[in-house]
């Protein structure tokens, strides 16, 4: 069975930083892209980023390009999001989700984590 | 900052059949396909819908989806009181390098 399970999230001040790890098991991890997305208190889905299997590949949503970087290690089957320069707006749930499908924009997420909460304040 | 738009809610009472709409752009929906996922209070979305109108496996025949240009829909037909829930459609965008998804769409049984 697959399992995603994200950890790391907490309370932190603005301006700091954070990672976020996802575990994975039940499935070929070097196989799949994987994605992280976030969900605001109360709002809707944003997507935040996807890396590709090889980790080489990696896309970013606009709000967090250039402050948060995703990466994997293939051998620990995990998924992580270095979240730096923290903001309020940030604060969220934050999801990760194996993607499936032939390309990157060809895909579905399936199935996701149960999210970890991340809240930015002072 | 969606840039795929839903309605909010939309309700039916059981039995009835509810339609919720996302509309989009060529960039996104209109070139790409639409994926649509289900949100139940206080859990991660699951999967309902993948390339348009794929069901995957245990996803009952009652949800079914179209496309026509730079909208698509989502039916739920015989509708349930399981089925209350948030419902969200998404799609790569060719501008943006990435995924959007809409506005999200609360579904309540009457």
């Known amino acids: 069975q697959v399992h995603l399970v994200a950890s790391g999230g907490g309370v932190v001040q603005p301006g700091s930083s954070l990672r976020l790890s996802c575990t994975t098991s039940?499935?070929?991890?070097?196989?799949?892209?994987m994605h992280w997305v976030r969900q605001a208190p109360g709002r809707g889905l944003e997507w935040v980023a996807l890396?590709?299997?090889?980790?080489?590949?990696?896309y970013y949503g606009g709000s967090v390009k250039g402050r948060f970087t995703i990466s994997r290690d293939n051998s620990k089957s995990t998924l992580y999001l270095q979240m730096n320069s923290l903001r309020g707006e940030d604060s969220a749930v934050y999801y990760c989700?194996?993607?499936?499908?032939?390309?990157?924009?060809?895909?579905?997420?399936?199935?996701w984590g149960q999210g970890t909460l991340v809240t930015v304040s002072s | 900052q969606s840039v795929l738009t839903q309605p909010p809610s939309a309700s039916g009472t059981p039995g009835q059949r509810v339609a919720i709409s996302c509309s989009g752009s060529?960039?996104?929906?209109?070139?790409?396909?639409v994926n649509w996922y289900q949100q139940f209070p206080g859990t991660a979305p699951q999967l309902l819908i993948f390339?348009?109108?794929q069901r995957p496996s245990g996803v009952p025949a009652r949800f079914s989806a179209s496309k026509s240009g730079t909208s698509v829909s989502l039916a739920i037909s015989e509708l349930q009181s399981e089925d209350e829930a948030d419902y969200y459609c998404?799609?790569?965008?060719?501008?943006?390098?990435?995924?959007?998804f809409g506005t999200g769409t609360a579904v309540s049984v009457l």
């Open positions: 060529m960039s996104n929906i209109g070139s790409n396909n």
């Open positions: 039940g499935f070929i991890f070097v196989r799949h892209g």
């Open positions: 989700a194996r993607d499936l499908g032939p390309s990157a924009r060809e895909s579905w997420f399936d199935p």
């Open positions: 890396i590709l299997n090889d980790g080489r590949v990696k």
């Open positions: 998404s799609a790569w965008d060719d501008s943006l390098n990435g995924y959007v």
């Open positions: 390339r348009n109108d």
